[in-house]
């Protein structure tokens, strides 16, 4: 079965401290993973996608890799504006377009 | 680009009454377009899938004759909760896939329902 889990759920660091979140996944095949970032009362914002492993992407202090079993978002020396929630989500090659999505982390930075 | 629209933002309404919720893609088509219900501290949870031109596909669980989705053109799907509950009342949230070679969701800002 198609699975997305995301570690860890909760995470609080202090302005500058850099640290990573983990979303691991089990699909029979992956077209593409992506990361959202969600604030409170909001949709998910697209923040990245991967497509293979070994991939990388950037955007001012984060950045997403892929391996054929994993993916992390590196966040460095984050700031309080940081704070979100951080989604993963997985769109397998089962023939539709739905993705599996992660429970997602709690990120809260502390000025 | 890949904007993705929700209206109303919020919506409070009586029990028995119903809600219509409308989902645009501003600046790209979407042939595709799905609806997903939040619960407070949780994930999305997807409720159907939106396709344009046809019936939507939901899953399993949710009702179709209380969640009734069209989706009638390639910019809009419309998301109607017939004789609204108490229990009912959750944060909607609409994404539209993209279909320009990423296959990328873009997501709308939500619309949160209470039902008295």
């Known amino acids: 079965e198609d699975q997305v889990t995301q570690s860890p759920e909760a995470l609080r660091l202090q302005e500058g401290e850099s640290s990573s979140l983990n979303c691991s996944y089990t699909v029979s095949g992956l077209r593409g993973l992506f990361w959202y970032r969600q604030d409170p009362g909001k949709g998910p914002e697209f923040l990245f996608t991967l497509y293979s492993a070994g991939e990388e992407k950037e955007k001012e202090r984060l950045k997403a890799t892929l391996t054929k079993k994993e993916s992390f978002l590196h966040i460095t020396a984050p700031k309080p504006e940081d704070s979100a929630t951080y989604l993963c989500?997985?769109?397998?090659?089962?023939?539709?377009?739905?993705?599996?999505f992660g429970t997602g982390t709690r990120l809260k930075v502390l000025a | 680009g890949a904007v993705v629209s929700q209206h109303p933002s919020w919506v409070i309404c009586k029990s028995g009454t119903s809600v219509k919720i409308e989902c645009r893609s501003l600046?790209?088509?979407?042939?595709?377009m799905f609806w997903y219900r939040q619960f407070p501290k949780q994930s999305l949870m997807l409720m159907a899938t939106?396709?344009?031109?046809?019936?939507?596909?939901?899953e399993q669980g949710v009702e179709k004759d209380k969640f009734l989705i069209n989706h009638a053109s390639l910019t809009l799907s419309t998301l109607t909760v017939t004789s609204a509950h108490p229990e009912d009342s959750s944060f909607y949230i609409c994404?539209?896939?993209?279909?320009?070679?990423?296959?990328?969701?873009?997501f709308g800002p939500g619309t949160r329902l209470t039902v008295l």
């Open positions: 939106s396709n344009e031109g046809s019936k939507a596909t939901y």
């Open positions: 994404s539209a896939r993209d279909s320009r070679g990423t296959d990328t969701q873009y």
């Open positions: 989500a997985v769109h397998p090659t089962s023939g539709t377009y739905k993705y599996i």
């Open positions: 600046d790209f088509q979407a042939t595709t």
